[in-house]
Structures are given as structure tokens and as C-alpha cells.
């Protein structure tokens, strides 16, 4: 416990303890939110494929909507000159 001469050892920030830590795709998902940015189009931002964004982020892809997978998942397989059926 870090302690401060004449400071309340509550009021220090090293001390408190969260109820629930935030998730960092928590986090992420709530950032692309609010900036209206796609996954797809942070992605291209950063320069790296999107495939390759939602390997690395998988804990925030996943919790994207059914739907939203789904369209993305089309996408990906008509890229690489398939189909999702």
C-alpha cells in the first residue's frame, strides 16, 4: 500500500482497487463506437489486414453481433474467391 504524509491512503490512486476490471477490447469496442470507425476501417488505418486485426483482437471481434460476423466472415470469403452459402 502506497502512503503519503497527511493524505487519506483511500484517496490514493495505486491503492484502489476496481470493482470489475474493464476488458481492454471493452475498451476498444467503445472507442470505435464513438469515433463511428469500422473495425475493418482501423484496421487499414494502422496499415495491417483486417484478418489479421481480428487475430490480434479477438477478445473485442467477439463480441460483435451475429450479423456483423457474418457480413464480415461473406466478405472475407468472396476476397479469396469463395463464397459463404
Do not use: W
Not at 469500422?38 to 489479421?52: D, M, P, V
Not at 487475430?55 to 459463404?84: I, N, P, W
Amino acid at each position: 500500500m502506497t502512503t503519503l504524509e497527511g493524505v487519506d491512503p483511500q484517496m490514493i490512486a495505486n491503492n484502489l482497487k476496481p470493482f470489475q476490471p474493464t476488458h481492454p477490447g471493452e475498451v476498444l469496442k467503445d472507442e470505435l463506437e464513438y469515433r463511428g470507425i469500422s473495425q475493418r476501417g482501423l484496421a487499414k488505418e494502422i496499415g495491417i489486414s483486417y484478418i489479421a486485426f481480428v487475430d490480434e483482437h479477438y477478445d473485442y471481434c467477439h463480441t460483435q453481433s451475429f450479423h456483423s460476423m457474418v457480413a464480415d466472415m461473406a466478405e472475407y470469403c468472396h476476397r479469396k474467391g469463395g463464397a459463404l452459402v
